[in-house]
T-cell receptor, first 118, second 110 residues
Framework: GAVVSQHPSRVICKSGTSVKIECRSLDFQATTMFWYRQFPKQSLMLMATSNEGSKATYEQGVEKDKFLINHASLTLSTLTVTSAHPEDSSFYIC??????????????FGPGTRLTVL | GIQVEQSPPDLILQEGANSTLRCNFSDSVNNLQWFHQNPWGQLINLFYIPSGTKQNGRLSATTVATERYSLLYISSSQTTDSGVYFCAVATTDSWGKLQFGAGTQVVVTP
């Protein structure tokens, strides 16, 4: 199956700093990637859809100026948490689908990035 | 938006037992996936099954799209089956955005 990687796997930062998380599709090209957030003991919540070569679309309640998404190539999307605060501490997961009809394709998930803001 | 309900929320099994997990959804879907989240957080694809029946080893899944539910069967459970099982769906007009259920926490004891 398709492989999606994320880097870093874990990051600890001070309040007020910015953190960049990378999501890569290793063996396929992905025009669309998705970013999710998961708080402890909870399910995954979609944050935004990352589209290669265009602006990301954000779910209701997600601040686009706080969570900057850049999908600069067909294999890389980045999520930057700007001016991070302790309430941003969470598990961030990306997913990608192989080319085709996005609505009906299997999505493959990265291993996640655990962010802790002190 | 579409609602996804999973049951039971928690399940404790003895090794070797069989179990059934259920996923109900409130609208027609064109994408339904089952995942296993391991203790390290990695989501493992189990099945892509918007309709029909599939089997993979000790796991099988059935989706009855007309009745808006899906079932995941675990047979002869092993301790490595422990973790959280998620059902996620997408509708025609959601452009691939998956809506996740709350998950079923499974613990398999030796």
């Amino acid at each position: 199956g398709a492989v999606v990687s994320q880097h870093p796997s874990r990051v600890i930062c001070k309040s007020g700093t910015s953190v960049k998380i990378e999501c890569r599709s290793l063996d396929f090209q992905a025009t669309t990637m998705f970013w999710y957030r998961q708080f402890p003991k909870q399910s995954l919540m979609l944050m935004a859809t990352s589209n290669e070569g265009s602006k990301a679309t954000y779910e209701q309640g997600v601040e686009k100026d706080k969570f900057l998404i850049n999908h600069a190539s067909l294999t890389l999307s980045t999520l930057t948490v700007t001016s991070a605060h302790p309430e941003d501490s969470s598990f961030y997961i990306c997913s990608a689908s192989e080319p085709g009809q996005i609505s009906t394709d299997t999505q493959y998930f990265g291993p996640g990035t655990r962010l802790t803001v002190l | 938006g579409i609602q996804v309900e999973q049951s039971p929320p928690d399940l404790i099994l003895q090794e070797g037992a069989n179990s059934t997990l259920r996923c109900n959804f409130s609208d027609s879907v064109n994408n339904l996936q089952w995942f296993h989240q391991n203790p390290w957080g990695q989501l493992i694809n189990l099945f892509y099954i918007p309709s029909g029946t599939k089997q993979n080893g000790r796991l099988s899944a059935t989706t009855v799209a007309t009745e808006r539910y899906s079932l995941l069967y675990i047979s002869s459970s092993q301790t490595t089956d422990s973790g959280v099982y998620f059902c996620a769906v997408a509708t025609t007009d959601s452009w691939g955005k998956l809506q996740f259920g709350a998950g079923t926490q499974v613990v398999v004891t030796p």
